[in-house]
């Protein structure tokens, strides 16, 4: 990554661009707070970029009068209300600077020439001229733009769907070769495990990329995947931090400097139910079949489990989040007696999945071995199991979530 | 003005834009109704735009947000957060005509290209790229457009300032050669007089753009001057109706098809205070100093009277609004002893404004007169006397404003 910015005397000044969230800037003490962090960075000389959110829960307010007016309100119009958020946010945050005495200017998605394709609520950045905030920045001035949203080639407005404004953030670091992007939460930065569930974790330095998209994926929810993923496309080099304090977070990266861990984390997630479809035919195109009803309804299907043949019929289980389960086992009772032909189908909706995730995973055989023999160990019992090359999840049931993640925790010494 | 849209058989398809204040879209019903009432017209083929303001009092709102952060906040960023109120307005009532089954596209001031001067705050527009409009209207669907709001060079967010949604509307009507610009309100139309006041004043069925310029600057408040001067401009014909009912309204052009009456309406206004500032020397540039001082305060003031010298001596009578009392008193007190060399100054603030307005008084001698006789009559005293060629303007004492209305109307016979 190359070092960018204005070289002055001895010190290299930084382009940065700085993401909060919608609680960061939900009142006026958190917007003066925001804007006096800002502040810091720019007195340093750096450049900075910040991208904000909707204030607080104002998403949410706008959806309700939405839905109050239509419930079935067409989505380039619900993003054409939805794009007010972020625009209040960024014009009182620069209020806020301007009365702190820094020279500040906000931009909207047409201002900032966020592309995008599209999709109405759902759309993908493509591209973003940066003469604009170049300009701005040039004249020693703080940008403030809109996270999630974007124009498409109508000159309407899109919006990036959930975490769209990390990913704003990372398109925009990309864009202007920033030295950083730091993703301000609640939290101080990514952990070993839950520090709600497990009090012992430990807040890890730095982690890759590919650790971080696979705690992503798992429920750790502090960076959205997509953001990530473009992240690492890019090379851009995240840094996840707190907006209440000013300790220095983990730093998302492609190699880790450290040895690699063998396993960075343990992550939980209880938005998870399991489906088990029982004695379905064994014969070419039956798997191909069911997954293809679902996928229809547009439900996502994680870990993915195939028995081996029992008279002449197989079982087949498979999880989905739990919001998906209604309209799942719909679709597959609807199909079950037609072109299915399976003989039962059972749903569990309090199971949890547990994973641990490493980059040191790969050249290491034993790392399943002794998570199974640490759960075990706490009388946990295995529903089903899957792994990657750098993760392993098993499936349990939800109410040992607690006791697994710590056993787990503690057996890698974390 | 030519009679613009689709010939379709025997009908003439018409085009239509019609503006709606924040009142009528202050809640979801009375965003149905005007989205019911705009269907009406869609359905009889015509093509229609609508331009909104923002609901309620949401600018008021918006206004105390930035207060709050800011007290001194710069204009740009003021603008950049009032925008968001008419875009929440437009997206609404797209969606709610989405829900009665009529195609409708909301559009802000990026998208229905309404480029201003740079004034943040205060812009007027200047050029309005129809494309994008005239493809939605093609395609049959109802346009909605944000009222108040423009984009200037540096592709920023400006404000029309008072009455901005009306310019809207009527420099709409003008780029897209409407057949008619219906600007809705909550009263019928405009009076003879005001009727909480005048109680047997009359709708006017006509009434022409110089008459109605006049009663828009005398407080009637019914339209803002600036879209009243430009509709006349660009002879765009407006209507002026109720938001609340089917009644014919008010139509607004340059002749009037009725005899020219005598007078068409009185006005009342009491938004409007005397200064008298007595014992001036009878020298060149007096005047002159005496209103600049004012100027550089952007302090406007309205009915000036010279007095005849006496002595050596001259008074100088002038009104200004009641907002303007203290800064303009602040003003001639610093330079009372210096540069204007005054004797005293005196500011009556409980005084108000009565005019008669009517295309036929330049014809006409008797016109005032008769006026003052009325006045006399009815024991009101005149303080000072102001003239245009379609207008008499009396100063009376405040108290006297609804006797002076009714005796003047009554002389009229409006």
Redesign the interface.
């Known amino acids: 990554m190359p070092v960018w910015g204005v070289q002055r005397g001895n010190e290299v000044h930084m382009l940065v661009v700085k993401k909060f969230g919608g609680t960061s800037v939900a009142n ?1 003490e958190r ?1 003066f707070n925001v804007a006096k962090r800002c502040m810091e960075d720019y007195k340093k000389g750096n450049q900075v970029v910040v991208v904000l959110s909707a204030m607080g829960k104002q998403t949410d307010v ?1 959806l309700d ?2 839905r ?3 419930p ?3 989505r ?3 993003d ?2 939805l ?2 958020g972020e ?2 946010s ?3 945050m ?3 600077m ?2 702190l005495g820094v020279p500040a ?2 931009l ?1 998605a ?2 900032a020439t966020m592309h995008t394709t599209e999709d109405y609520g759902n759309a993908r950045l493509k591209r973003i001229d940066t003469g ?1 905030i170049r300009f701005e920045l040039d004249s020693r001035r703080i940008v403030i733009i809109t996270g999630f949203q974007g124009i498409n080639k109508h ?2 407005y899109t919006t990036l769907g959930r975490g769209g404004s990390d990913t704003t953030a990372v398109a925009l670091a990309a864009a202007l070769h920033a030295d950083s992007c730091e993703i301000y939460t609640d939290v101080d930065g990514v952990f070993t495990a839950d520090p709600r569930i497990v009090p012992n974790a430990r807040k890890l330095p730095e982690i890759t990329y590919d650790e971080m998209l696979e705690l992503a994926s798992l429920g750790a929810g502090v960076l959205h995947n997509r953001s990530v993923e473009m992240a690492k496309k890019y090379g851009v080099q995240l840094v996840v931090r707190s907006s209440l304090n000013t300790s220095e977070g983990t730093v998302v990266k492609e190699e880790s400097k450290m040895e690699k861990m063998l396993v960075s984390g343990v992550a939980a997630d209880k938005n998870v139910a399991q489906f088990a479809v029982e004695g379905l035919e064994n014969k070419p195109g039956v798997a191909f079949k069911l997954f293809q009803h679902l996928a229809n309804h547009n439900i996502n299907v994680d870990m993915i489990l195939q028995s081996v043949e029992h008279d002449g019929t197989q079982d087949i289980a498979f999880t989905v989040t739990r919001d998906a389960v209604d309209e799942a086992l719909d679709t597959l009772e609807r199909h079950g007696e037609t072109s299915l032909k399976c003989e039962k189908i059972t749903v569990a909706r309090d199971v949890s999945k547990i994973s641990i995730v490493g980059a040191g995973m790969m050249s290491n055989a034993g790392v399943a071995a002794k998570m199974f023999e640490a759960l075990y160990d706490a009388g946990v019992n295995i529903r089903q199991i899957s792994t990657s090359e750098i993760r392993v999840t098993v499936l349990i049931d939800e109410k040992y979530t607690d006791v697994a993640a710590q056993a787990v925790h503690d057996a890698f010494s974390l």
């Open positions: 006026k917007i706008l009068m939405a109050d007016i239509n079935k309100a067409p380039r119009e619900l054409m209300l794009t007010t625009q209040t960024v014009a009182l620069a209020m806020a301007d009365s200017v906000s909207n047409f201002q604009r000159d309407d």
